[in-house]
């Protein structure tokens, strides 16, 4: 600890390790002057440093200075520290830093603090639901510095009310900081005054977005609601300033020439970025495997403004029809992109594969190369299903090189199946506009073979990169993936016996475990109901240098390395397996690339959540007309107050309130998913097919109303459930998965 200190300040101070191990040691709360005595910290010099190092500390909810001016283990003072989670009802949860049980905050507890601060709070207690209570003992960091929202003035009085309905205190506008806002316009407001006990925050607006629902404002307020980095500063401007769309001479010299090779990428339609190419062959004995990724490495240097801007994104956001970039156009567009008939540089995966599937060998080359076509996913479809006659003279040169990819596939995939990865057949829609930016339509999203035949390729380069990796004991981040915790194993159990099935595998089933069981219901009625409690009941993927293997796809080492123009993730690894290849020594420790992994891990729930929020206030807005029509739906959400629908046709979905399921008091069993009445016995659960009607459509809260008509087939009578306590939720509505144009693993 002490060498790492001394390489990292010119006048080293004691490590935090060290002032946590003597407060342990001294097992009390201790003075400045005697804590810095006993770490032999001494001079004005030293004192201050040391004094920045304790307030870091305290920032950081490790250690806590009391009343008394004494500092102690936070810890031992039954302290927890963590991020404010608010709900809009007004109360909300602090969820610790570190494992423990989440910690109930009333709303006089919230009235001080923001959804997103992280704060200090000490226990206080169990509430009448079993829920630990807390208090908040003091704000560490302020999350929010400026907030979106709609400019109001009742009575005269200026506000702005969030547009994050977990941000339920309103902004105090004082005249004359209102920037020249009207009534009803959506603003950005700075905070110059956080809320206490006893007031609410005040601030000035900064930024005047446009009316209440003039098209792409709902981007607008996303954006700024989840704080999505969105406009390139001067200095990022400055560097990419002298790039051009060629790629310099120089560059290419040294790496492996590629350009001979009929690489092809294969993408959507409407893509506007290509950072993978692919290349196939066959010898009779093995398949010969190229995926050559854009090297964005080569531009984005660590240190640079460019590279702390990209990190700071850490991924570009996927809005209907729109995107915020993690990189700028000329090199998401131009350089980084593998467009056709022109030079690229690259780095790629040649891998040789054997006719079970299994990877016999791999290497990973710099290299240039010089994409022969770009294909879509439909014509590459009419080339090898439907044998278009048309476009496979069109492509004569790589139609061979395709039949070999899509045989390749064929193997890959059995292998898949035979490993037992998890593959969930769960709709996807796309949601197609006019041209006045309305929904038109939400149509479902095709899938072929040669989506299937690119996500096989790309999985195939992930998981070399990943091995790589591994073999070299490179910090870097690994893409995983945990099985069930015990809790929701115990649920989906429970529900699965009530149906008449079981999960094999025990306390730790595997993904193969749930394979076989997808396999085996996949002609039921009641599938996708079963499929999406299989999905719920795993963990969210994440990226983290702790290796523990991707569970769903059954692979025991995968990292992401195919988007580097749109994932930063991708560019680490990417720096990481060219140190290895110039056999330098890894560029970063361990604690940064964990650091790195649960930052890039919350960009990308922020895009997730942000992408959800836009397509919930268009499909709200869709429905506007529709107030009064009824639909087919089935139940796709089941909850303490009320059932969400999704309309089978429209695709949109949303609340049957429990006060409109009828004359009975209703109780929610979390395990089955269900809605039981006490005195009906009357069941609604998860899967069931219902008939609805539009009641109402709120767009400020995003929400749509139902009522249920007529027969309802599905739901049925039964047992009363078990009376369970009802658990306050911190998230409202239950919100399904988005998948980005590839799908995300």
Not at 29 to 54: I, K, M, S, Y
Not at 518 to 525: A, F, G, H, N, S
Not at 628 to 635: A, L, M, P, R, S
């Amino acid at each position: 600890m002490a060498e790492r200190e001394q390489q990292k300040y010119e006048h080293p101070v004691p490590s935090r390790e060290a002032i946590s191990a003597m407060l342990t040691e001294r097992n009390e709360p201790l003075p400045f002057q005697e804590l810095a005595n006993a770490l032999d910290v001494h001079g004005e010099r030293d004192e201050d440093a040391f004094n920045r190092r304790l307030r870091a500390m305290e920032r950081d909810g490790q250690i806590l200075k009391n009343r008394r001016g004494l500092y102690g283990l936070a810890n031992k003072m039954d302290m927890v520290s963590g991020r404010v989670s608010g709900h809009p009802d007004g109360f909300g949860f602090l969820i610790p830093d570190e494992e423990g049980e989440d910690l109930f905050l009333s709303p006089g507890e919230m009235r001080q603090v923001m959804h997103g601060d992280r704060v200090m709070a000490r226990v206080t207690g169990v509430d009448q639901r079993g829920r630990r209570e807390g208090a908040v003992v003091e704000v560490l960091e302020r999350t929010h510095k400026t907030v979106v929202g709609r400019y109001v003035m009742p009575n005269g009085a200026g506000f702005v009310v969030p547009e994050n309905k977990r941000i339920t205190q309103d902004i105090v506008i004082s005249r004359g900081d209102e920037n020249g806002a009207r009534v009803n316009q959506i603003v950005v407001a700075e905070i110059t005054s956080p809320p206490t006990r006893h007031r609410a925050p005040a601030g000035r607006v900064i930024e005047v977005l446009g009316d209440h629902m003039a098209p792409g404002m709902e981007i607008e307020v996303a954006i700024r609601a989840h704080d999505i980095p969105h406009v390139w500063p001067q200095e990022v401007r400055d560097e990419v300033d002298g790039l051009t769309p060629q790629v310099p001479a120089h560059a290419s010299e040294g790496r492996f020439d590629l350009r001979e090779i009929p690489l092809v990428t294969i993408d959507g339609e409407d893509a506007r970025d290509f950072d993978d190419a692919v290349f196939a062959e066959h010898d009779g004995r093995q398949w010969r495997l190229i995926v050559a990724i854009a090297d964005v490495s080569y531009y984005v240097k660590p240190g640079t403004a460019l590279d702390h801007e990209a990190y700071q994104r850490g991924n570009s956001v996927y809005f209907p029809q729109n995107v915020i970039p993690m990189l700028p156009e000329i090199l998401s567009n131009g350089l980084c992109s593998i467009n056709p008939k022109v030079d690229r540089l690259c780095m790629a995966c040649e891998m040789q594969i054997d006719a079970a599937g299994n990877i016999s060998r791999y290497r990973f080359l710099e290299a240039v190369m010089r994409s022969r076509a770009r294909l879509t996913y439909t014509r590459v479809a009419s080339i090898l299903t439907d044998k278009d006659a048309t476009l496979r003279n069109e492509y004569a040169d790589v139609v061979p090189h395709l039949e070999a990819l899509h045989g390749l596939y064929n193997i890959l995939h059995t292998s898949r199946m035979k490993r037992g990865a998890v593959d969930f057949e769960l709709p996807e829609t796309r949601i197609v506009f006019d041209e006045a930016r309305k929904i038109q339509q939400i149509v479902p999203q095709q899938r072929n073979d040669a989506h299937r035949l690119i996500e096989e390729c790309m999985l195939a380069a992930n998981v070399c990169a990943a091995e790589i990796l591994k073999k070299h004991k490179v910090p870097a981040p690994y893409r995983i993936h945990e099985g069930p915790t015990t809790e929701k194993l115990s649920n989906l159990r429970e529900f699965l016996s009530e149906i008449g099935l079981s999960l094999a595998g025990g306390d730790k089933p595997q993904a193969h475990h749930y394979s076989k069981l997808i396999k085996q219901v996949e002609k039921r009625t009641d599938s996708r109901l079963i499929q999406t409690v299989l999905l719920r009941s795993l963990s969210q993927a994440v990226y983290s240098p702790d290796n523990v293997g991707h569970f769903a796809l059954g692979y025991p080492n995968y990292t992401h390395f195919t988007s580097p123009i749109r994932r930063y993730p991708d560019l680490l690894v990417h720096r990481a397996i060219k140190g290895i290849l110039a056999k330098r020594p890894a560029e970063i420790t361990p604690e940064l690339a964990k650091q790195q992994g649960e930052h890039c891990s919350l960009t990308e729930r922020r895009a997730d959540e942000a992408t959800r929020e836009v397509t919930r206030w268009l499909k709200a807005e869709f429905m506007m007309d529709k107030i009064g029509e009824e639909f087919d739906g089935y139940i796709s959400g089941v909850t303490n107050f009320g059932i969400f629908v999704e309309l089978v046709e429209v695709y949109v979905d949303g609340l049957v309130h429990i006060t409109a399921l009828g004359n009975d008091y209703y109780h929610f069993d979390a395990a089955h998913h269900r809605l039981m009445g006490e005195r009906t016995r009357q069941i609604y659960r998860l899967g069931d097919k219902v008939r609805v009607r539009v009641m109402r459509v709120d767009l400020d809260e995003t929400k749509i109303d139902f009522e249920l008509v007529g027969v309802v087939t599905g739901a049925k009578t039964g047992k009363a459930p078990k009376q369970r306590r009802p658990e306050a939720k911190r998230n409202g509505k239950p919100s399904g998965k988005k998948r980005s144009r590839k799908r995300r693993r």
